[in-house]
C-alpha cells in the first residue's frame, strides 16, 4: 500500500500546489496529509471544487481536486461547460466506489459504469496502482501539459492508506 | 412582490457603474446569460472573464483566483439566479474568509436570460444569507449613489464582500460574446499574471 505522504510528496513533486475537494474514506489519508501541510481548501460540493480549481489554475496555480466517484455526477455539467469548455487542466483525484459491486448500494451504477461516462465526455483516466505510480503521475502530468484539460486518477480501495491509524 | 419601490438601475447601468470603479488590474468574473453579454458590450477588458455555462459556479471561480492571487483584489458579478444555484459557495467563501473577495450580486428577482421566470430572491434576502455564512462587509443597494459608495468602500476595505445590487429586470439588445471560451481564458490568465 501507498503511503498518503508518499503519494501528496509526488504529487507536490510533480508540481500540483492547489488542492480542494470534498471528502471519501479511501481518500481520508491524503485528504489528512494535506491539511497537515496546509494545503487543502474544503469545497462544500464536487462541482464547486472543480469550478474552484479552474479558478486557481487561471491564477497560476497547479490545481488537483479530491473527490468519491458520486461527485464526478454533481460536477459533469462544470467539468464539460467550463473546465473541458474553456480549457482548464486539473488533476481529478476520484476514489473508485462501488468497484465490482462490492460496496453500499448507492455507489452501484457509478462504480459499474463510471470510465464509460467519463469515456463519453473525453476526460482521459487512468487507474492508479502501487507497482506503476510513477508512470501513472508522469502519465498524469503529461496529458495535463498537453491537452489543457482535467485528467482523472481512479484509486480503489487500498492502493494509497485510507483513514489514518 | 416585485422590486421594492426606489430601484431606478438597470441592470446595465449598475454594471456600466461598476466599470467606471474598478481599477484595470483587477479581475472580474461574471456570470453567463445576460450579464457577460452587457458586460462585454458596456466595456470589455482582458482582465474579463465571461461565462458561458457552468451556472452557479461564478463566485466559486472567484475563490480560486482570489487564492491564487492574494495580493489582487478579485470580483465577481453574480446574478441572482445562480447565487441560489450555488448557495452552498457562500458558506466557502465566508469560510475561506479571504481578504481580496468581493462578490456582487446584480438581482433582478428573475430568470432574465430566459424569459424573466421569477426567482426565490423575491422572498429570499441573500445579503442575510451571506451575511449568515460569515462575510464581512455586507451592504444591499438599489441606487446608483449607494452602489458607488459601498463598492468603493468594499474595494478599499477587507472582505470577504458581498454587495446585493438590486436592478430592474431590463436587459439590452446584446449579441453573445464573440470570443472562444479558451481565448477568453487565456487572455484573462496572461492579464492578471
Known amino acids: ?21 470534498v471528502p471519501d474514506s479511501i481518500l481520508a489519508g491524503i485528504i489528512a496529509t494535506l491539511m497537515e501541510r496546509r494545503l487543502y481548501q474544503p469545497a462544500v460540493r464536487e462541482d464547486e471544487a472543480v469550478a474552484m480549481a479552474a479558478g486557481a489554475y487561471l491564477g497560476g496555480k497547479v490545481p488537483a481536486v479530491l473527490m468519491q466517484n458520486a461527485g ?17 487542466p486539473c488533476l481529478l483525484i476520484v476514489s473508485w466506489r462501488g468497484f465490482e459491486g462490492k460496496d453500499a448500494p448507492e455507489y ?21 496502482s502501487e507497482q506503476t505510480v510513477t508512470e501513472d503521475l508522469k502519465w498524469v502530468a503529461q496529458t495535463f501539459m498537453k491537452e489543457r484539460i482535467p485528467v482523472a486518477l481512479l484509486l480503489k480501495h487500498g492502493v494509497v492508506r485510507g483513514l489514518q491509524p | 412582490m416585485r422590486p421594492e419601490e426606489g430601484t431606478i438601475q438597470s441592470r446595465a447601468r449598475a454594471i456600466e457603474t461598476l466599470f467606471g470603479l474598478i481599477p484595470d488590474n483587477v479581475p472580474v468574473i461574471i456570470c453567463g446569460g ?6 462585454f458590450r458596456i466595456g470589455d477588458r482582458p482582465t474579463h472573464f465571461y461565462m458561458l455555462g457552468s451556472m452557479g459556479m461564478a463566485a466559486a471561480i472567484g475563490l480560486g483566483v482570489a487564492q491564487a492571487k492574494p495580493d489582487k483584489k478579485v470580483v465577481v458579478l453574480d446574478g441572482d439566479g445562480n447565487v441560489l444555484m450555488g448557495l452552498g459557495t457562500l458558506a466557502t467563501a465566508g469560510a ?11 438581482d433582478n428577482e428573475v430568470y432574465g436570460s430566459s424569459g424573466n421566470q421569477p426567482s426565490y430572491s423575491q422572498v429570499v434576502r441573500l445579503d442575510q444569507v451571506a451575511k449568515a455564512a460569515g462575510y464581512v462587509n455586507v451592504e444591499r443597494v438599489r441606487e446608483r449613489e449607494d452602489l458607488v459608495y459601498e463598492f ?3 474595494l478599499g476595505k477587507d472582505g470577504p464582500s458581498f454587495l446585493l ?12 460574446v464573440p470570443l472562444e471560451p479558451a481565448q477568453i481564458a ?3 490568465r496572461k492579464a492578471i499574471e
Do not use: C
Open chain 1, 108 to 128: 452501484r451504477v457509478m462504480g459499474q459504469t463510471m470510465t464509460q461516462l467519463l469515456d463519453t465526455v473525453r476526460l482521459p483516466h487512468r487507474t492508479l
Open chain 2, 96 to 106: 475561506l474568509r479571504l481578504k481580496n473577495f468581493i462578490h456582487v450580486v446584480l
Open chain 2, 152 to 154: 468603493r468602500d468594499m
Open chain 1, 72 to 88: 464526478l455526477g454533481t460536477s459533469l455539467n462544470t467539468l464539460t461547460s467550463l473546465n473541458l469548455l474553456y480549457r482548464q
Open chain 2, 186 to 188: 487565456e487572455r484573462f
Open chain 2, 34 to 39: 445576460f450579464p457577460s453579454r452587457e458586460a
Open chain 1, 1 to 21: 500500500m501507498i503511503e498518503s505522504e508518499e503519494f501528496v510528496q509526488a504529487l507536490q513533486d510533480s508540481g500540483f500546489d492547489f488542492f480542494t475537494g
Open chain 2, 165 to 176: 445590487v438590486k436592478v430592474t429586470e431590463q436587459a439590452e439588445d446584446v449579441g453573445w
